[in-house]
């Protein structure tokens, strides 16, 4: 049976990627304290002695304030969970596995700007290009973009 990572074990995202495809492959899908995909060190160690055929890079967070009124710290979480996780674990998984499927969530936000998800649509259109380059370089990269989802994140904004 096929392993299938997918990252943000804890999202909604994650959960319906899971159900959907439960009974088709050998799923892990890791919660943040298992793995947190903006540290390098945490991707290494999990990807340590693991292997797998498939990779759904779900983890996300949305961070809702305009630019003035933004908190960094917050700001730049979205680039480090959305787009630098993305990075890590792709990179991580072609290392062990260069015949590895990459399908990476980005979102109709990589595509326009909206005034309080600046970090949220500058993340997912990075998602968008690395995953382009990731093409252009002969890996197997879908990158999927849905529009609204209802999910916790959402909720919040």
């Known amino acids: 049976m096929k392993k299938l990572l997918i990252t943000g074990g804890r999202g909604d995202i994650a ?10 492959y050998a799923i892990e899908i890791p919660d943040r304290k298992e793995l947190d995909v903006s540290c390098a060190d945490s991707v290494e160690k999990y990807f340590r002695d693991k292997k797998f055929d498939i990779i759904v890079n779900a983890a996300g967070t949305l961070y809702s304030s ?44 990589a595509f326009n700007s909206y005034s309080d998800w600046t970090s949220y649509c500058a993340s997912k259109a990075g998602v968008l290009k690395v995953s382009m380059g990731m ?9 999927m973009c849905p529009g609204a989802i209802d999910t916790k994140n959402t909720e919040r904004s």
Request: glycine share 4%; hydrophobic share 45%; charged share 25%.
């Open 15 to 24: 959960k319906g990627v899971f159900n959907v495809l439960s009974n088709l």
């Open 66 to 109: 305009s630019i003035i009124d933004s908190e960094p710290d917050l700001w730049i979480r979205d680039i480090n969970v959305n787009l630098v996780g993305t990075y890590l674990v792709s990179r991580a998984a072609i290392r062990r596995n260069e015949k590895a499927r990459i399908v990476n969530i980005a979102s109709t936000a």
């Open 135 to 143: 093409v252009k370089d002969g890996y197997d990269v879908i990158v």
